[in-house]
């Protein structure tokens, strides 16, 4: 994997690459104007259509008047990305030149009206929905934080259910894009209310022909051609169930149900129709603690506090590669954006989220967002919104002393939550993160301004 391994083929005296970290840089748009944005749209990969390029032009500068750095306009790509705002499924549809009164997520919606009485306790909002479940006997500790015996107690849970799909990474690369499929839709359920625990795992594929060698089958055409940038239907089917189950059992989660398609066919009008790029449908269930449902309203003061592991040069990019046409001159863009798996953290991770659930109404997490595509750039707007806050770059766990300040921000590296603490549960969350050995780092603080402002205290900028 020239992603995570290099060899290396004499023994080495030192790790030091003599690498040194990118400055950021601006965007030239005062004096270039669109064609300057339009150049980084396209060496970036940011998939900015017409309407984008316009907009952020005028925005820069007309209002602004000022050039962007080359990490605003990165975070643009992701944060504005169809993968992120989900501008199709919530935009107006255009069918035979006829607007269509309902987006799609409305259509959606009206399936569980609102006045009318339901089972559900979460929908349409959060990482995670859920319906309403039971008091029933919980196994729980005695002794927070330490070793201790355990109990029997009355505890309401309610069950939880996400699934979403991660098609593009295993079209790419099958096995690193199937065990991170399976960690980020973990973190989802975890994420979701104000902790939760997770249960059991769904994974299913949908592929093209599958093309076995020695095993010809009458439907599928050699003829057929597959592109490069993208695996075989055969190696997506192999190892992207491969990585989704070596991570599932890494971390300690068994897949209980799932399904798996594979169909190409050329209809009478020659129009062919396959899954050339794949479908990875990643679902779990989890319980839900009855105290938990609804997480808290980030306030002036509150810390902002990153846990997992540490960032590295792994998922640059991801958003904006999943939200455009994949082609060949992309291929290494796309290859970047792909992220790489750590289940063993993930699972500390996990620990330390439960141990905060387990404390009840003392669980010292006030709200919580999983990182997804766009990294901290997403998750660390997403966590203060509306109320905005003030970060410092370098206080963000890092693995690799070469990283830039756009990838640090905008990396989507694996095993990562982000929370809203107060200052009062600092100590207790770090010394419940000391015991099951995860990393944390509080990042900044909420200032309650609506603006979230990223401070490099390495440059003073």
């Not at 790509?77 to 501008?87: A, D, I, K, P």
């Not at 249960?199 to 490069?228: Q, R, T």
């Amino acid at each position: 994997d020239r992603m995570t391994e290099q060899e290396y083929p004499k023994p080495t005296s030192s790790f030091e690459s003599g690498a040194v970290a990118k400055p950021v840089t601006t965007i030239p748009i005062m004096a270039g104007g669109r064609a300057a944005l339009e150049t980084v749209n396209n060496s970036m990969g940011l998939g900015f259509d017409e309407f984008d390029l316009d907009y952020y032009t005028n925005l820069f500068k007309e209002k602004l008047g000022r050039d962007p750095t080359d990490v605003e306009v990165f975070d643009m790509g992701q944060s504005n990305s169809e993968h992120s705002r989900h501008w199709f499924f919530g935009g107006k549809m255009v069918i035979d030149n006829e607007t269509k009164p309902k987006t799609l997520f409305q259509m959606v919606k009206e399936t569980l009206p609102k006045g009318i009485p339901n089972n559900s306790i979460i929908a349409f909002h959060d990482n995670s929905s859920s319906i309403r479940g039971y008091e029933c006997d919980a196994l729980l500790p005695t002794e927070f934080g330490k070793a201790g015996a355990m109990k029997v107690d009355k505890q309401t849970l309610h069950p939880i259910l996400t699934a979403e799909t991660h098609n593009f990474p295993c079209g790419v690369a099958p096995f690193p894009g199937a065990e991170t499929g399976t960690g980020g839709r973990l973190r989802d359920v975890m994420a979701t209310g104000r902790g939760a625990y997770p249960v059991a795992g769904i994974s299913a594929y949908c592929v093209g022909n599958l093309h076995i060698p020695g095993y010809e089958l009458p439907w599928e055409d050699k003829d057929f051609i597959y592109p490069s940038n993208l695996a075989s239907p055969l190696d997506i089917e192999v190892k992207a169930s491969d990585g989704a189950s070596d991570y599932g059992n890494k971390y300690g989660e068994p897949v209980i149900h799932g399904f798996t398609r594979s169909f190409g066919q050329r209809l009478p009008n020659g129009e062919r129709f396959e899954w050339v790029k794949p479908i990875m449908f990643s679902a779990g269930v989890g319980q839900l603690d009855g105290n938990h449902t609804v997480k808290g309203a980030p306030e002036k003061g509150m810390l902002v506090v990153k846990i997992g592991g540490p960032c590295y040069r792994i998922g640059i990019g991801g958003g904006a590669a999943s939200s455009r046409v994949q082609s060949s001159e992309n291929a290494d863009l796309d290859f970047d954006a792909v992220q790489r798996g750590d289940a063993e953290m993930e699972n500390r991770m996990n620990r330390l989220m439960r141990a905060c659930c387990d404390l009840g109404e003392r669980n010292p997490i006030i709200s919580v967002h999983d990182q997804g595509a766009g990294g901290n750039g997403n998750v660390l707007k997403e966590i203060v919104e509306p109320a905005g806050a003030e970060y410092d770059i370098r206080k963000v766990y890092i693995g690799d002393k070469t990283l830039s300040v756009l990838e640090i921000w905008g990396a989507e590296y694996q095993e990562n939550n982000a929370l809203l603490i107060r200052p009062k549960d600092e100590e207790l969350f770090k010394k419940l993160a000391k015991r099951e050995n995860c990393p944390m780092r509080i990042l900044g603080t909420v200032t309650g301004d609506g603006k979230v402002v990223v401070h490099d205290s390495q440059n003073d900028s």
